[in-house]
């Protein structure tokens, strides 16, 4: 196969990076994300099936697309998915593979689904003696892992999440460490009132695991409106609540992952710090690299923007190669040159069709 260059979209952003929502449905009620318990997800029949989602990213790495995320809602619900993921690495050109998740079924016993990630197989029954899920990513391809964790209190925890997981979480983080993926990164979302307290004691867990944590602001992606100035605390106050404890944090441009992190150093430690300010920081989106494809099928440019291209209904019209390649630069050629997060606030995207 040919490989092409990175596209590149009307303002000199370079797209290298594809995120893929695999499913928006999730075991948690995370408040910020999908409060309400009872959801309302999408037929079936309207969520692209395995074939289908393997095929747009066979295109969508011919077309410089090199690194790739698997997402949800929460990835690890789907039937399925390790085979998907397998048939996924198999992908030539494709150069780092990661998966976001909350974490709660990292631990989980996990044989062979049995079904090459195919939908319709049932998965095969688990045994205690069978490797983790996490052990399984590792072997089926997967480098990086980003793993959600708002807090370590276990009541906190609930009333974040509207579950009892938090043990299970941290049994996910140990075993994806004991899976020994190259890259494991937590993430907490920063909510005014909730993750004050909890600043330290993150930064602590990551620092004793040598994990790397990030702080993210709260952004406008929810089933319902969830961002106002009750709830909203900025990276910037939270660096600061950090450095009031620990001293002056030093800023390491020099330092960068795939995303728009900015991280600092913490005083007399090696540890790193991330902070993602995508409401307060005005250069959010200078070096933005992502596509994100929605399990339903929709080509979407930008994260906080509500533009989105229907490319399931391109397939199932009979798209060749080539005119998926086409719609792909179609989508390219809109990328606005920054998000609207900031001028035009609307409630009732939702992150888990959106593919965070
Ligand atoms: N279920 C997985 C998880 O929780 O990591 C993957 C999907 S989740 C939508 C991806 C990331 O988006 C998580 O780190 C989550 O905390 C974050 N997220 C969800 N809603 C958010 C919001 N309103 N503002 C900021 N981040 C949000
Ligand atoms: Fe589920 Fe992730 Fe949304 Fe929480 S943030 S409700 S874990 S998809």
């Not at 029949?45 to 295109?59: C, D, I, K, P």
């Not at 992606?221 to 030093?250: C, I, M, Y």
Request: net charge neutral; glycine share 8%.
């Amino acid at each position: 196969m040919e490989f092409m260059m990175e596209m590149e979209d009307r303002y000199g952003h370079r797209l290298s990076y594809l995120r893929v929502s695999v499913t928006d449905r999730c075991n948690e009620r995370c408040r910020y994300c999908m409060p309400d318990e009872e959801q309302v997800w999408f037929p079936r029949a309207e969520v692209l099936t395995y074939e289908e989602l393997e095929r747009v990213v066979r295109v969508a790495v011919g077309l410089g697309m090199r690194k790739l995320r698997v997402t949800g809602g929460e990835p690890l619900v789907r039937r399925g998915v390790v085979g998907f993921i397998e048939r996924l690495a198999r992908i030539e050109g494709l150069s780092d593979l990661g998966l976001s998740t909350n974490g709660t079924l990292l631990a989980r016993p996990c044989v062979a689904d049995g079904d090459g990630g195919r939908d319709e197989a049932p998965a095969a029954p688990a045994s205690a003696r069978a490797p983790t899920t996490a052990r399984r990513l590792v072997a089926a391809g997967v480098r990086s892992v980003n793993i959600s964790i708002d807090t370590l209190d276990r009541a906190g925890y609930r009333a974040m999440t509207g579950r009892d997981y938090l043990p299970r979480v941290l049994e996910g983080i140990d075993a994806a460490i004991d899976a020994g993926f190259p890259s494991i990164k937590l993430n907490a979302v920063l909510l005014r009132g909730q993750s004050e307290a909890q600043l330290l004691p993150l930064i602590r867990f990551a620092g004793q695991r040598g994990l790397l944590l990030r702080f993210i602001e709260l952004m406008p992606v929810s089933t319902r409106e969830v961002l106002d100035d009750d709830v909203f605390l900025s990276a910037g106050r939270a660096r600061r609540l950090v450095e009031q404890e620990l001293g002056p944090l030093t800023p390491r441009t020099d330092f960068r992952t795939n995303g728009p992190a900015s991280y600092h150093q913490l005083p007399d430690s090696e540890q790193l710090v991330g902070f993602i300010g995508a409401m307060t920081d005005h250069h959010f989106c200078d070096r933005c690299n992502k596509l994100r494809l929605t399990c339903d099928g929709k080509l979407r440019p930008c994260l906080g923007s509500w533009l989105e291209f229907d490319l399931r209904e391109r397939l199932r019209a009979g798209a060749d190669d080539e005119e998926i390649a086409a719609f792909f630069r179609m989508v390219v050629d809109r990328k606005p040159e920054q998000h609207d997060f900031r001028d035009a606030y609307q409630p009732g995207r939702r992150m888990v069709a959106i593919g965070g």
